[in-house]
């Protein structure tokens, strides 16, 4: 059974992993010892490795679920409208009031 290769994201996310907190860790320990520098050094090869193995895989490629159209409840056709013939009484009628010439 063959290795697997890794994969750019991989490579990329592990480089970027070990030259960071390389830099970091020799700024914050102030090592300037050689065996100082190669405990760095090998914690952050290892960060790498770690943070390399951790990115997601490609797997393979799940075919995409068929999405039907829901079922919608419709309700049924309205009834036509009748048209509706409204009747009014005629206005009442009010005395007319004349008014007195002056």
């Not at 697997?4 to 490579?11: E, G, H, K, S």
């Not at 992993?17 to 952050?44: C, D, K, Q, R, Y």
């Not at 770690?50 to 409840?73: E, S």
Request: glycine share 6%; with cysteine; charged share 15%.
């Amino acid at each position: 059974m063959a290795m697997p290769r890794p994969t750019v994201a991989q490579l990329a996310y592990g480089s970027c992993t070990v030259i960071f907190s390389t830099f970091a860790m020799l700024l914050l320990s102030g090592a300037s010892s050689g065996v100082g520098v190669a405990i760095v050094a090998v914690s952050a090869l290892a960060l790498g490795l770690l943070v390399a193995m951790t990115v997601p895989l490609p797997g393979p490629r799940r075919p995409v679920a068929v999405v039907r159209p829901a079922v919608v409840d419709r309700p049924a056709a309205p009834e036509p409208v009748q048209p509706v013939r409204a009747t009014l009484a005629p206005p009442a009628r009010e005395p007319v009031r004349e008014r007195a010439a002056s």
